[in-house]
């Protein structure tokens, strides 16, 4: 008699088994977002990029292509938009050409500690800039100040001139020092830039496009 007048919640038997259904649970939970997140995470391939299929990061090839930013008022933020084909430091680089260009900037910036002072994708330092979308600044566009100042009329070449020796052009009242990046490392560095400007990154940096308005009204560098 007495056993029936127990309460629920004081049955060792029933949080057992809710402790075994909630680990279940949470284990085939946590087995499904690490597959979903690998799945959105994956380098896409030149095949993707030929036939338009958009994933959020790109291959490197994306170097060849031009890439723009526009508002997706589907998704309240900017999305990276990958257009037409476009010559890179004046040339269409192959699959291979197009992976050791990437690799050479990734570890060339690694080796000159840009997180020092800049965030990649949110990681690093305060001092400078955030450099997620800097291959998308206007200052570096055709009008922005970038060009005329490095005396180039590329991005690519304007951005790798300044890589090079960025004392020499006061773009800021911060000025960043000269690393000693040769031509090559500052093609690369370029390139992980342009790469990683065409990654979906949700519209992180959220106040870059802010930025480029004020841009606009009269700065001489988005940020
Ligand atoms: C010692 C600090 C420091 C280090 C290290 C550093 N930078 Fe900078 N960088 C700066 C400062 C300061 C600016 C100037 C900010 C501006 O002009 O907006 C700058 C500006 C830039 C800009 C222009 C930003 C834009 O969007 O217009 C780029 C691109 C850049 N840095 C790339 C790099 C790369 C790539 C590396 C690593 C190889 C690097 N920086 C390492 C301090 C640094």
């Not at 038997?13 to 690490?34: K, N, Y």
């Not at 933020?77 to 699959?95: A, C, L, M, N, T």
Request: net charge positive.
């Amino acid at each position: 008699m007495a056993k029936e007048n127990l309460s629920v919640w004081t049955s060792i038997p029933f949080w057992r088994r809710s402790a075994a259904w909630v680990t279940g649970f949470a284990t085939m939970l946590l087995i499904w977002l690490t597959f979903d997140t690998m799945g959105q995470i994956g380098m896409g391939t030149e095949a993707d990029l030929a036939k338009g299929i958009t994933k959020r990061v790109p291959a490197p090839t994306v170097i060849n292509y031009h890439i723009d930013y526009q508002m997706s008022e589907k998704r309240g933020h900017e999305v990276p938009v990958i257009g037409k084909k476009q010559p890179f430091f004046g040339k269409e680089w192959s699959e291979k050409e197009a992976a050791a260009l990437l690799h050479l900037g990734k570890l060339t910036s690694q080796a000159k500690n840009c997180m020092n002072c800049h965030t990649l994708l949110g990681n690093g330092a305060y001092y400078a800039p955030d450099l997620t979308k800097a291959w998308l600044d206007p200052a570096w566009q055709k009008g922005g100040a970038m060009q005329p100042m490095t005396g180039k009329n590329t991005v690519e070449e304007a951005m790798a001139e300044f890589l090079q020796h960025p004392s020499q052009y006061p773009t800021h009242a911060r000025m960043m020092p000269d690393l000693k990046i040769t031509a090559d490392e500052a093609k690369g560095l370029v390139a992980f830039l342009k790469h990683m400007s065409s990654i979906d990154t949700n519209g992180f940096p959220r106040n870059f496009s802010k930025t480029v308005e004020q841009f606009k009204a009269g700065g001489t560098n988005a940020h």
